[in-house]
């Protein structure tokens, strides 16, 4: 069983830089693509972003081109999110997942995900 613990949520003004980190629980992620998704107040969960394990190859949605960066650390078993220049709009509970071998393409056009972490707050507000 494969758990994903995020953090590094908070509350802060437009503009705001802030790391997310995604922990797993396992020893290796050989076989999985790690994606960061959002779910905004009164929407449905977004992909954002994914990264393979195996290559470090990267996708990102158009919407986050440009401000957010996904990097991984796999000597930590560890998966972040930089974001630069938050807006508003980016206020949403932030979760990682893990699909099971699968490309960075097909985890961020069509998610199948196997594992949810339970999300981590980040809120943008002046």
């Known amino acids: 069983q494969l758990q994903l613990v995020e953090s590094g949520g908070g509350l802060g003004q437009p503009g705001w830089s802030l790391r997310l980190s995604c922990a797993a629980s396992?020893?290796?992620?050989?076989?999985?693509?790690i994606g960061w998704f959002r779910q905004a107040p009164g929407k449905e969960r977004e992909v954002l972003s994914c990264?393979?394990?195996?290559?470090?190859?990267?996708y990102y949605v158009d919407r986050v081109k440009g401000r957010f960066t996904i990097s991984r650390d796999n000597a930590k078993n560890t998966v972040y999110l930089q974001l630069n220049s938050l807006k508003a709009e980016d206020t949403a509970v932030y979760y990682c997942a893990a699909q099971y071998d699968t490309t960075v393409q097909a985890m961020c056009i069509s998610p199948l995900v196997d594992y949810w972490g339970k999300g981590t707050l980040v809120t943008v507000s002046s």
């Open positions: 990264i393979s394990r195996s290559d470090g190859s990267t």
């Open positions: 396992v020893s290796t992620l050989d076989y999985y693509t």
